[in-house]
């Protein structure tokens, strides 16, 4: 049985309650749920070979050598072959610039002393990336069978970033990963998620229907209740390493650095590398020395303004099973420090010296200069296109206004003209040709969403109206839209109405997780109505269907759904062809079919495929009570 994305969720809240009440039993089950795989996989090899050695014993002793027993020889053969390749699971080593002890004493030293007080094992390998990020990572080189390589991963951008005290917290979390029985054992757990997800996928994409017929159905239940538990699991884990980080450098540091990450790391997406991106507009080479800016920047103040809007992004984020990293205000909370009033949260300082600096001495200089020189290297080409895309986009321009002098332009063309003015001259000279716009069309929904930013950003509260207007015709911009007045009301001090639109996305958000949850899986209980297509859409659909050969019938109905009904969700239930022998239906022929149906159907509805095979063979019941359900079938045999 495999989970939905609302199966999921249910299922993690049960396990979170469970694991919170009895954290030894809880871990007891995923150690046991991890050794029922081993047991199964090894159950399934002894299985083979037991079968193996009894032909050949009875040949052996019979002294019988006939062609079906040599052919049930080469069978099992070739299938505990292809059984061990697939178990054997590679994990390619990550990719960075790889750093001896030699070269950088002062950063090998700085971990040493982590890993020593926190009692982590040896790294193999410490790697410098041009992430914000640093990991922690253990590459099984046996697959299955472990024999950990241990690696560091650390971000130079985030040691520019941070200060050291910061960057230990950091750390110091990090290698709380590793650290004790817990994580340890948190870690193999973690290891054999990924493993059993490589597994499946080779399985299923191997293209040999035997290893995969005996492995589907166990597959299919185990791969995602492992899941489930191990991403539990590794959620507890986050909350273990913030702790081991606090023990180890104090609450207030480890509170300190998540801060400062969250508010460092938007800054660097906008408006660090959004400035250095708008210069494409200009220079036809890209910048050769973008890391040393960064680094600048970094050792700049934040404005405060900017510093509060940023950390209140990020304290308005919810933990979702997207990610197992708790959010930042769960992870204050359980450092317990997080203050009851939000505004007495402490704001990052500017830094005198980075970690950088202070941690890697001298050598930064010359590492500031490999990634200035990877970065241009990566960019030049696609920096040099992107200008001369900029550059035809501002021939079109001048074609516009050109044109807009001696004739009336379409709706497309004044359109355009708006965006790329707004591009390439600014707001100011935008916004005259955006009212134009909305003369004509009050109702536009991108002229309105964009007229109400292009006010806001000239703090005129007026253009609240504007984005109104769009989302109220849009549902799908209601949360960037009320996120963009709760950041301008914000910034005016007006909490109170802010509070209003950060309630509103919420909900909203809520409301649209729901209806895409009801939208992403379909159950036999569900209830379907009447497709309600015109006939020319109809013909259409049978036109189109009737081109794919390996298709028997096809049913199409809307479902039923609870939340914004008035956004159609269409079932496309899709029988096929199974020869005299019959065929074993494998996952990826079913997938490359659906995938092959959604790239070429035209069908401009939101549509959900679903094959009428194997464990879903009992929806075509349901599909075919309702009527005029049945839209093509293929009569050839």
């Not at 994990?91 to 030699?102: E, N």
């Not at 194997?614 to 075509?620: D, I, L, T």
Request: hydrophobic share 40%; proline share 3%.
């Amino acid at each position: 049985m495999t989970l939905n994305q609302k199966q999921f969720d249910i299922l993690i809240q049960k396990l979170e309650v469970f694991a919170r009440k009895q954290p030894s039993g809880y871990k007891l089950r995923v150690a046991l749920l991890a050794t029922l795989g081993y047991a199964y996989i090894f159950a399934i090899l002894a299985a083979t070979l037991t079968l193996l050695v009894g032909i050949v014993w009875l040949m052996l002793n019979t002294r019988s050598f006939n062609a079906n027993a040599i052919k049930a020889i080469i069978f099992l053969l070739a299938f505990g072959l292809i059984l061990v390749r697939s178990l054997w699971v590679s994990f390619p080593a990550p990719t960075g610039l790889y750093v001896k002890r030699k070269d950088l004493p002062g950063l090998y030293a700085f971990v040493d002393e982590l890993s020593s007080k926190l009692q982590a094992p040896c790294f193999h390998q410490i790697l410098l990336v041009d992430d914000f990020n640093a990991a922690v990572m253990q590459r099984p080189r046996l697959g299955l069978l472990g024999w950990q390589q241990n690696y560091l991963i650390i971000g130079l951008p985030l040691m520019l970033a941070l200060t050291t005290e910061q960057f230990r917290a950091v750390l110091a979390h990090e290698l709380g990963h590793l650290s004790g029985n817990h994580s340890r054992f948190a870690g193999w757990i973690y290891r054999q998620r990924l493993t059993w997800y490589r597994i499946a996928e080779g399985l299923g994409a191997g293209g040999n229907e035997t290893s995969w017929f005996i492995f589907e159905r166990f597959l299919k239940w185990y791969v995602p209740f492992f899941n489930a538990y191990s991403f539990v699991l590794a959620r507890m884990d986050e909350y273990e390493a913030d702790r081991c980080a606090a023990e180890l450098t104090g609450a207030k540091n480890v509170a300190e650095a998540l801060i400062n990450v969250d508010i460092k790391a938007r800054f660097l997406e906008n408006p660090f590398f959004s400035s250095v991106y708008k210069r494409v507009q200009t220079e036809i080479d890209a910048p050769k020395i973008v890391f040393t800016e960064m680094k600048s920047a970094f050792l700049k103040e934040i404005p405060s303004t900017e510093s509060s809007l940023y950390l209140t992004q990020a304290l308005a984020r919810k933990t979702n099973n997207d990610d197992t990293h708790p959010c930042l205000r769960d992870r204050l909370n359980a450092l317990q420090c997080l203050p009851k009033n939000l505004e007495e949260i402490s704001l990052p300082v500017t830094m005198k010296v980075s970690a950088a600096r202070e941690v890697l001495g001298t050598a930064l200089d010359k590492l500031l200069e490999h990634f200035n020189q990877i970065w241009y290297d990566q960019m030049t080409t696609p920096w040099r296109q992107k200008y001369a895309q900029f550059q035809e986009s501002l021939a079109t321009l001048k074609k516009l206004e050109s044109k807009s002098k001696e004739d009336k332009l379409n709706t497309e063309e004044s359109w355009q003209r708006v965006k790329l003015t707004l591009e390439f001259k600014g707001e100011s000279v935008a916004f005259p040709l955006l009212k134009e716009l909305l003369d004509i069309d009050s109702n536009d929904i991108s002229a309105n969403y964009l007229m109400g930013q292009v006010l806001l950003n000239q703090q005129n509260p007026s253009g609240i109206k504007y984005i109104e207007k769009a989302m109220d015709r849009d549902i799908h911009i209601v949360v960037d839209g009320c996120q963009i007045i709760y950041s301008f009301l914000m910034q005016k001090g007006d909490t109170n109405a802010a509070q209003l639109y950060k309630q509103r996305a919420e909900k909203h958000y809520d409301k649209m997780l729901k209806a895409q949850q009801e939208r992403e899986c379909i159950q036999t209980n569900d209830k379907f109505q009447p497709h309600g297509l015109s006939q020319a859409q109809l013909n259409s659909l049978y036109q189109q269907l009737s081109g794919y050969t390996q298709i028997k019938t096809v049913y199409l109905v809307q479902k039923t759904v609870e939340h914004f009904p008035e956004k159609a969700l269409y079932i496309l239930g899709v029988k096929r062809k199974v020869g005299f022998w019959g065929e074993v239906d494998t996952p990826q022929k079913n997938s490359n079919l659906v995938q092959q149906l959604s790239d070429e159907l035209e069908f401009h509805h939101n549509i959900f495929f679903l094959m009428l095979t194997g464990e879903y063979a009992n929806f075509e019941k349901p599909l075919r009570k309702v009527p005029d359900a049945l839209i093509y079938k293929n009569h050839q045999k």
